[in-house]
């Protein structure tokens, strides 16, 4: 039942993107779609319905490729999504099935269409995995899409939004965002999704403030109400009375100064209260993401995840594509240095180039330097170019994955003098001095860090893997996410182990795991002396602003404090403490994004 016009009312969802707006609501209520039944008798009318579902399918590619035409740079995550979009319309499953249903059983379209995706579904459901899940979301949106093609149904649900509202809408999908007038959009509000969910991801590409999970926005708001979206703690108030807007203006304010203050200094360096300077990169999986790790302050790349533009090629790429694409980012960066990973293909990242065979354990499998490995050729053709690369500025360093002992690092180092014969015979350049470095993410390489320290330039550690194998916790499983602790004490100490044999041995360790980029960790990583830390972009600017404000010696007398504790939980209190009487503003702003570390019994599923 809605409520009356004067009563203020809260929901409480999930902030994804970060930002307090005040605006009138704009509800949209998706129209069902009718899915009729018929038999087609005759060969004209099967033929003319064939061709009518092709239709469909290519209106709805074009739909997609126009809006990737039409992206803004530092939104390739958005575009990838399309890319993916594009490969579901024309999925053997649904397309070729569809195809077959309307030939063999005289079927219409529609109804084809939605026998094929009922089939897929079962195919999914019987996968108990947040990945499928949100997969089977995907395939869903775009085949709605398809269904309203072909019942003449208006796809544009959005046509009659008027002025700059909020959007509250049940679930919004990239095929759905494809159609919104951005400039109308003021805030998203969604019933359902997640943090790591696709609208979050667009949220935050386009730097507007949501929040999702609120369950029942849809039906609490109606077009017009006022609502108050905080896309920072997760509050959505709907028809808010004078002193809470006031409480909100004043909050929004205070907001945007504080944003604005930060990302004013992004550019500059970060140096601790006492002195010491902390490098801080930029993560990025395709060259165009350069432009905002540029712009947010990114004094390096300290990881190029490389096996996304192999992911999202309709061919296998060429020596030559793959230097062009290292050499552009080398001089896009210069004098500022790339790390430039060699392809970590395998586990959950696939690519028809490198077919992996079916595996019980795809995590301890033939991923990463293993399988490139298997595919020599293919390692040393991206050997070459990255090599090639390096020539122009000097800046380019070649650091390897999932390194798990030395007899297989100097077998991929073997690769790399090989292939440096090879240029040299063929009188093309290359940096002779290019630093070679590993990732640091499986707990047999922290065991020898002592010993690999000896071997590479530099080490980055790879806390996701690490955390992922230190602690036996499946990175993409849900039921075991609550294990997924970066406070364990194992782990922290693993980290100390890993930098103090690198700097025994006068080697640099930067920091390239997720955890680099959560702002309140900021103490803990510097008082465990890691000496850059390469995160998405986004993160650079409140993470540069917390490292200025810190002593570093502080930090490591805290980390000495924490390095005694048993439990993340235990040292998740600690760290909120420090951050309360540290960084007051930066808690009051963004407490509600505090990490939750800390085995919990109840997160076990145990009932107490
Ligand atoms: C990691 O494992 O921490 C890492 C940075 O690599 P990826 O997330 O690409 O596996
Ligand atoms: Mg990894």
Known sequence: MKHSMKEELKLKGIGVSQGIVIGKAFV?????????????????????????????????????????????????????????????????????????LIKSRGLNAIWALNMALEKVQQVFESVDESCVFDRLSDVGSVIERVMRKLSGQKSDIFENIRERSVLVIRDLSPADAAQIPLEKVMAFVLDIGGKTSHTAIIARSLNIP??????????EVETGDLVVVDGTSGDVTIRPRENTIRYYVELQLRLENYIKEINRKASQPAITKDGSRIKVEANIELLEDVVSA?????????????????????????????????????????????????????????????????????????RSVRLCLKYPQVLKMQIRAILRASSYAKNVKLMFPLISGIGELRILKNM???????????????????????????????????????????FSIGTNDLIQYALAVDRHNENVAYLFESLHPGL?????????????????????????????????????????????????????????????????RFVRKILSKKTAKEINEELRHLVIREFHDEYHFFQEGFPSDGFSLLGAGVRL
């Open 28 to 100: 949209v209520q998706k129209g069902r779609i009718s899915i009729p039944y018929y038999v087609l008798w005759n060969e004209e009318d099967i033929q003319k319905e064939c061709e009518r579902f092709i239709w469909a399918v290519d209106q709805v590619e074009n739909e997609f490729l126009h809006l990737k035409e039409s992206l803004r740079n530092g939104m390739a995550d958005y575009a990838s999504l399309l890319d993916v979009y594009r490969l579901i319309l024309r999925d053997q499953l649904i397309y070729n099935e569809t195809l077959n």
């Open 210 to 219: 949501a929040v999702v999970a609120t369950e029942r926005a849809t039906k």
């Open 294 to 366: 540029k712009d947010s302050g990114a004094e390096g790349i300290g990881l190029y995840r490389t096996e996304f533009a192999f992911m999202n090629r309709d061919s296998f790429p060429t020596e030559e594509e793959l230097y062009q694409d290292y050499r552009q980012l080398a001089e896009l960066m210069a004098p500022l240095s790339v790390t430039i990973r060699t392809l970590d293909v395998g586990a959950d990242k696939l690519t028809p180039w490198l077919p992996v065979p079916d595996e019980v354990n795809p995590a301890l499998g033939l």
């Open 416 to 458: 790399v003098w090989k292939a440096m014969n090879e240029l040299r015979r063929e009188n093309i350049p290359f940096d002779e001095d290019i630093p070679i470095g590993v990732m640091i993410e499986v707990p047999s390489a922290v065991a020898i860090a002592d010993l690999l320290a000896s071997e590479v330039d530099f």
């Open 492 to 556: 922290l100490r693993m980290i100390k182990f890993t930098v103090d044999s690198a700097h025994k041995r006068g080697i640099p360790v930067s920091l390239c795991g997720e955890m680099a980029g959560e702002p309140f960790y900021v103490p803990v990583l510097l008082g465990l002396e890691v000496d850059t830390l390469s995160m998405n972009a986004q993160s650079i600017p409140r993470v540069k602003n917390l490292i200025r404000r810190s002593i570093r010696e502080d930090c490591k």
